[in-house]
């Protein structure tokens, strides 16, 4: 089975623009979640997804949002970005709730 | 709010030792624990998932155990390989079964030849 895919795998954004990532789970995973690593801050919980529905929410400004498609694909979108959104974005698929979490390689974003 | 530290920070060890990395978390109130490494610049990898009510979970060389009430799981490693360095975290998911797992900092492992 594939493993969990993000795209892109690097992006460089400057500061006010926005920015789309995408993750595609592991083929029968319904569940998507997304996390932000920072060395400062290490990994925290963004949010997560499943059968198209936010279940869950970490705290993060509005800006942060995201969305997931019939298909359990998922993609986050983050606006108007600041130096601090500069990080490695996780995302990890599960078959339910209660199931290991499963990880992509992430995407490097790093704003100017 | 859930709180998880792991000690030590960083170890560096001779290859084919032993070691054991600890994870300690504030809230007793977990689902379950899983362990994951993380090579440099790379995503995690999962090793072991305990649920709440296990005590240890074996895979190849690791073995992981979790000790609810005292909020502390360890990791143990045999025979370490030079391929085993990388950074270990740990991390809980909440008794609500809510799809957030709560991190460590992590035990950046090192293994000399």
């Known amino acids: 089975k594939a493993g969990v895919t993000q795209t892109p795998r690097y992006l460089i954004k400057t500061r006010g623009q926005q920015v789309t990532l995408s993750c595609s789970p592991i083929?029968?995973?319904?569940?998507v979640s997304w996390y932000q690593q920072t060395p400062g801050q290490g990994l925290q919980f963004l949010f997560e997804?499943?059968?198209?529905?936010?279940?869950n929410k970490g705290n993060f400004p509005g800006r942060f949002s995201g969305r997931q498609f019939s298909n359990s694909r998922s993609e986050m979108n983050v606006s108007t970005l600041e130096l601090g959104d500069s990080a490695l974005y996780l995302c990890?698929?599960?078959?339910?709730?209660?199931?290991?979490?499963?990880f992509g390689p992430g995407t490097r974003l790093t704003v100017l | 709010k859930q709180e998880v530290t792991q000690i030590p920070a960083a170890l560096s060890v001779p290859e084919g030792e032993n070691l054991v990395l600890n994870c300690s978390f504030t809230?007793?109130?977990?689902?379950?624990l899983q362990w994951f490494r993380q090579d440099p610049g790379k995503g995690l990898t999962s090793l072991l998932l305990?649920?709440?009510?296990?005590r240890e979970q074996t895979s190849g060389r690791l073995n992981a155990s979790l000790d609810k009430s005292s909020g502390r799981s360890t990791l143990y490693i045999a025979a370490s390989q030079p391929g085993d360095s990388a950074t270990y975290l740990c991390?809980?998911?909440?008794?609500?079964?809510?799809?957030?797992?709560?991190f460590g900092t992590g035990t950046r492992l090192t293994v000399i030849p």
């Open positions: 990890a698929s599960s078959l339910g709730a209660l199931q290991a979490q499963y």
């Open positions: 083929s029968g995973h319904r569940s």
């Open positions: 997804y499943f059968s198209e529905t936010q279940r």
């Open positions: 809230d007793s109130a977990i689902y379950n």
């Open positions: 305990i649920q709440s009510s296990q």
């Open positions: 991390a809980v998911r909440p008794q609500t079964g809510a799809n957030n797992l709560f």
